[in-house]
């Protein structure tokens, strides 16, 4: 799958920046059938007339955080959020969803192994819109902490000052200020069409990758990854390895 683009020449390139969540291990699928009750009851709470299916939250919300999909869907159904309501259902979604993928992701050479060879050729940091605590916890029970150091894995809901969401380019920006590099020294990896978004409005260059979005959607998901701006779809590490090769 992969297109080569002459703007993703790896020159300069210092540094590379991982979206977590369907990018660096497949935590989509399970962190929503996981977040399903959670979100069905709070849907309940603002007067959802039936539940929806895990495969329908993440149609409607997929890229952004749990506290961004509640913020959106309040909005549609005209409530405003008490901050303190918010948190609540914030913490006990993020509880939830951690406990499960502990259980769930496992390591995976597809992953680790590129891995180890880019990050001899590149300062590798993760750039994710949840929780700092679930990251943590996905990066260690699939063996790729040691890759991501703990100054070098940024949360847009615990790094920045007010927690926000994806497609918002705040944490690709503050990543970038606190790496201490330029937008043209980094190139992002993302599977979301609302992480890529993040990325180019930050001035990234981005990757998109569909290696762990189901087969059957695979080719919908390229296209609009290119549509907000990634310079190239791949749909494997390996291929992300290729890319980036310097020739």
């Not at 297109?3 to 497949?26: K, Q």
């Not at 005209?78 to 913490?91: C, H, I, K, N, Y």
């Not at 699939?142 to 703990?150: E, H, K, P, V």
Request: with cysteine.
């Amino acid at each position: 799958m992969t297109d080569r683009s002459t703007d993703l020449d790896p020159t300069g390139v210092t540094t590379l920046l991982c979206d977590a969540d369907g990018t660096l291990f497949p935590s989509e699928e399970p962190a929503y059938a996981a977040s399903a009750d959670v979100t069905n009851r709070f849907l309940a709470e603002l007067g959802a007339e039936r539940p929806y299916s895990p495969a329908e939250l993440q149609a409607m919300t997929n890229g952004k955080n749990f506290r961004a999909a509640a913020q959106e869907l309040a909005r549609g159904y005209g409530r405003d959020l008490a901050p303190g309501d918010l948190e609540q259902w914030v913490a006990q979604e993020k509880d939830v969803v951690t406990a499960h993928l502990r259980t769930v992701l496992g390591e995976d050479p597809a992953v680790h192994d590129p891995l180890v060879g880019l990050a001899e050729r590149f300062t590798l940091a993760a750039v994710t819109s949840s929780a700092a605590s679930r990251l943590d916890a996905c990066l260690e029970v699939t063996g790729l902490a040691g890759f991501f150091d703990a100054g070098r894995r940024y949360s847009a809901e615990d790094s920045l000052p007010e927690p926000t969401s994806k497609p918002d380019p705040a944490v690709y920006v503050h990543a970038v200020q606190d790496l201490g590099i330029s937008p043209d020294e980094a190139v992002a990896v993302e599977d979301s069409i609302n992480g890529a978004l993040s990325a180019v409005a930050a001035g990234v260059r981005t990757i998109g990758t569909v290696q762990f979005v189901p087969e059957h959607e695979r080719e919908a998901r390229a296209g609009a990854l290119r549509e907000a701006g990634a310079l190239a779809v791949v749909s494997s590490w390996d291929e992300v390895v290729g890319l980036l090769a310097r020739d």
